[in-house]
């Protein structure tokens, strides 16, 4: 029998959800509660508040993502590091979004579909806070976190 690159894809998807748990309908809830929390966060409101206007195809597209991250779907096809770029974060915003996730994921999954959504997330903003460090021409050790100074720590 031949397999096809979109029936490997659906089976190793189906294998995820059915150890996991990890459904699309999941991934909306887990993405409509943490932007709820990200849009009213101290840290992180001010950063989104200038940069989208309309929430709705940003919901969207973060749906994709994690379909494509978390089941391997192949739903998004975007470049978030470039978006990232020039965003004016450092260790301070990866920690306080990382928390908010985390803290999402275990509310409104079960435990092995959070650690699977956690797991991809620290590795992703680990990756993302690299780059942005690099772009600023700060190149990061092993561990080693990415901290502007206080002027240029600004929205
Ligand atoms: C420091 C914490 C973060 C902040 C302040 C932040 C902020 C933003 C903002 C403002 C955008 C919109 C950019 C634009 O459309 O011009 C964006 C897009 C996005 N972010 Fe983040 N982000 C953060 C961390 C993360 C992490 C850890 C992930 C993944 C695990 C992530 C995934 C994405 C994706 C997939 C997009 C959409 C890119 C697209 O439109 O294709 N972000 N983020």
């Not at 749906?63 to 975007?78: D, E, I, K, P, Q």
């Not at 590795?123 to 690299?130: G, M």
């Amino acid at each position: 029998m031949i397999v096809t690159g979109a029936e490997r894809r659906e089976q190793i998807t189906a294998e995820i959800s059915e150890r996991t748990g990890i459904t699309e309908a999941m991934i909306e809830r887990l993405v409509h509660a943490f932007y709820d929390k990200v849009r009213s966060d101290a840290v992180l409101a001010p950063v989104f508040d200038t940069r989208i206007a309309d929430w709705e195809p940003h919901l969207a597209q973060m749906c994709a993502f994690w379909s494509s991250v978390a089941l391997m779907t192949g739903r998004y096809h975007g470049t978030p590091m470039v978006k990232h770029l020039p965003l004016p974060v450092d260790a301070a915003h990866f920690d306080r979004w990382l928390d908010l996730f985390e803290a999402t994921a275990r509310e409104i999954c079960p435990p092995e579909a959070a650690a699977h959504f956690v797991e991809r997330a620290r590795r992703i903003a680990a990756s993302l806070e690299l780059g942005i460090a690099n772009g600023q021409g700060v190149l990061l050790g092993i561990g080693e976190r990415f901290r502007r100074n206080q002027a240029g720590a600004g929205q």
